[in-house]
């Protein structure tokens, strides 16, 4: 039923010995009725879906609306990342730093084997392996997950090169990163299952120095598709500052001018910034195009010529849905045709999917993310905020034909944001390496509803690494500078630019139109990158100057222009001191390049 063409047959998948003797240890603790090894075979996909829809734990969508696709509503306690349960487990609790929970590694191994032990009873252990980007490239890395919950195999076969593939290479020799998840929810025999099973108690905990996860009790997301933060950002994080890479949580795109000229942009963002619409931007100033080739996760390396190179280590979008709609993100859209997998939005009368953003009125006759009957006045959101949609990246419009060759892209400018209202311009360009690290390691957000915590609140998140570096922050600032270094030596480094999209004026309105108009920015970042435009070397770098903007056809008042690239020196005199209290946080191991550039912001200041 599915488009996607047939794989290779189950018979020939190797059975690497290391991995085998790692599962076999794994069903010995776990206890689980029987293992299954995953080819990553349509045939094999379209068996696991069937299965959640007997479960419950799949609803089918009426295919005339969504082709082939599914909703999963999880267990109300199972709806996000928990970042209170996630530990970075290192030998030394200094290398886990000031902004990780840290848990000595083997106390977590004896608490995690008392949790796993049984845990897999009455399921099935499926065994998972993948490979973060192209299979064979590379930049690209290989993992094994472990794991009792058929939604985790399915998402993690859309969000990564799944498959015998993987195994082939690991039984060439390839070094993989151990992954073992479970829901923590044994079936007595005979017990009747829940569609979502899970545990109250919940831990993600890795492993840096032995390049291991362990996951328990959560089948949502992050917490449990272990591929993409917890190996792709946190352990990726550690194995790229021990070999000189940089593992990113950053989209990456490729932006061609109307005079045909290309650059490539990544760009870390918090979240709830708007990354996957930015990362599939459909420009609003004619000639232009962009191209996604990632929307979460980059991983950059320096090639053999000193260039920065990049791949998306993902090969699918596990986006968030609300404030997803034709007029913000056409192209999430319509990758969202058929071959997808909803979790917690709202369910139309007509067995289609809704979410608060995808049309402005909500439609009749909605039933809720908990499966309730929807009523609008209850003043509760019918999709829950942190809701998802789980599509390859193949299906997206926008998608670079050429988003998964194994060489990646050559990286020109790399693009720092976050959700300021005030004191953060819409745009200005780091002066120099050093100064870009700068900017990366000052990253601000304003929280959203989206989040846990109060609302409207600046909260640091460095690099948009805060919930994703596997070691000490304050040494991963350092191998940021140490990268500039090599890169420097062999030929250059890319630019670098802080940009805002959130700024607001007096009456609270957005300044800026944002989506399609944030072309308008990346045009003064193309003619940044050629040298064909001065800035203003202000206090906080270097400032375009309004003249140098393209504001055709947009109706932007000359108040809100001044505001939206305005530094106001009170603000910044505040902002420096936010700085130096987030440095102050990583004492000693703080790199003295980073105190140095505070220095410097407030001299000029
Ligand atoms: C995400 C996040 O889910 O950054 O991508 O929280
Ligand atoms: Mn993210």
Redesign the pocket.
Known sequence: MSLIAEQRPTASAPRPADVAAWVDDIARLTRPDRVVWCTGSTAERHDLLQGMVETGTLLPLNPEHRHYSFLARSDPDDVA?VESRTFICSERAADAGPTNNWADPTGMRMTLDGLLAGSMAGRTLYVVPFSMGPVGSPLAKLGVQVTDSPYVVVSTATMTRMGTAALELIAAGADWVRCVHSVGAPLAPGAEDVPWPCNPTKYISHFPETREVISFGSAY??NAILAK?AFALRIASVIARDEGWLAE?MLLMRVTDPAGRVAHVAAAFP?ACGKTNFAMLQPSLPGWTVETIGD?IAWLRPDADGRLRAINPEAGF?G?APGTGPATNAAAIDALWGNAIFTNVALRDDGDVWWEGLTDEAPAGLTDWRGEPWDAASGRPAAHPNSRFTVSAAQCPSIADDWDDPRGVVVDAIVFGGRRSSSVPLVVEARSWEHGVFLGATVSSETTAAAEGPVGRVRRDPFAML?FCGYDMADYFQHWLDVGDSLRRAGGTPHVFQVNWFRRGPAGEYLWPGFGDNVRVLDWIMRRLHGEVGAEDGPIGLEPRARDLDLDGLDLPPAALGELLAVHRDEWEAEAEGIAEHFATFGGRMPAALLDQLTELRRRL
């Open positions: 990342r997301g992050g933060k949580h979240s979460d596990f968030v919930p």
